[in-house]
């Protein structure tokens, strides 16, 4: 009989997924072009980018290409009017200013529609979006149902940031009969910037049916049913992003937020081991792996990932690392956080803070004692901590349980009482205290301090040591 096969550990597993669909993705766009609609790196689903919709000639065909006639829902126009408007089309090109000016000139109050409509179209592609708005405006106050003069409201409407406005004016094109998919993703851009995430996902998912090619509604779809909780259809629409631009952080980390949302968090483990493999992991998506390998029971694999984003990015502020090998070493991974906090102390040193230089040499001086060797060495750092500041509750805390296990009652109760004294650590210092004096049979020393410590932090077993302090001191007595 065969042998079987020797299991792999979890580590190169899951390395090996990762690089799987890191290079499953790869294979599936090679050759393809890079996309100009990519949203910048984030740790949250991008809205679309306004300037990206602005310059795809998609958008610029069809917003010049809107200076023609539809004369079966649009003003009746003259052949001399018609005439003029030709004029202007053909200067156009190559003179947006003389365009401009020989309409200024040749516009009356009751000339028609169509001409404030081209006044403003030339005005908005010069960037004038003020005169732009207030040609559109008067477009649609002398012909109410004129839907293109609707569309570019919505569209300057949108670039000025006036959302209420824009959805006004693409849902008033929209009841007119007439919608695009610009006008429908920048709708649902709209309704998304107010954090009004149903109507923007039906907006998106409009746009994305007339233009399934374009990643931006596939993003702005993507943010909108993440904002809802709708994990399931965000991944799966990430499945589209993270195949098609395999080398694009985003969308690995953001299929990684959503398998957490979908209680997944292997497979988003595995996606941010891919995010690590194709050189694009941040210090923030290591520790989240870090975060998740712990949460999973995994501390060799987590300190794995910490020890990642540490010696990576040392740029950063430590604070992060420190909790993250406090969380080990709370978790039972205490080989792990020794490991942890020699790479904080390699990479750190002597640039630490007060504030961290203390959390590090706590735990250092926690797990020292935990360990059952160099408890006098713990001690010392301990000393240290209280040294930087004498009103850090925690390290007189150790201290007094240092030297209560060390049968030193006297120095415990010096340092408990001293911790007594600050508020956080009141009722747990006094109930200390009262330990020891009931270790000594000094029941009544002890039951003043117990009833202290319960006023001030009401506990069930603390209760119940009071009443059996009570009972041997009246069988003292």
Known sequence: MNAAPARRPASTLLRTLALAAASACAGA??????DPLMPRASTEVSPAKLEDVWNDPGFRRSFVGGYGISPDVEPRISQDDLALLELVRQLMPDDLASAEALLRDTIRPEACAVFDLTLGGIQFQQEKLEPALENYRTAVSKFPNFRRAYRSIGLICTRRNQYDDAIAAFNKMIELGSADAYSYGLLGFCHSQKQDFQPAEAAYRNALLLQPENVEWRLGLTRSVFKQGKYEDAASLLDVLVSAFPDKADFWLLQAHTYLGLKEPMKAAVNLEAL?????A??????TLGDIYLAESLPDLAVGAFDRAVSRFPQQAPARAVRSAEMLASRGGATQAQALLGRIRSTWGDQLQDADKRKVLKLQARLAMGSGAGDEAAV???KEVVELDPLDGEALMLLGQHHARAGRPDEAILHFERAARIDAFAA??????????????RFGDALPLLRDAQALRPREDVARYIEQVERAAKSKR
């Open 29 to 34: 766009h090679a050759g393809g072009a890079e």
């Open 380 to 382: 010392a750092v301990l």
């Open 428 to 441: 747990q210092a006094k109930v200390k205290i009262a330990q020891i004096y009931v270790g000594q049979a």
């Open 282 to 287: 941040s210090a923030d998506s290591l520790f």
């Open 276 to 280: 690590d493999s194709i050189g694009k």
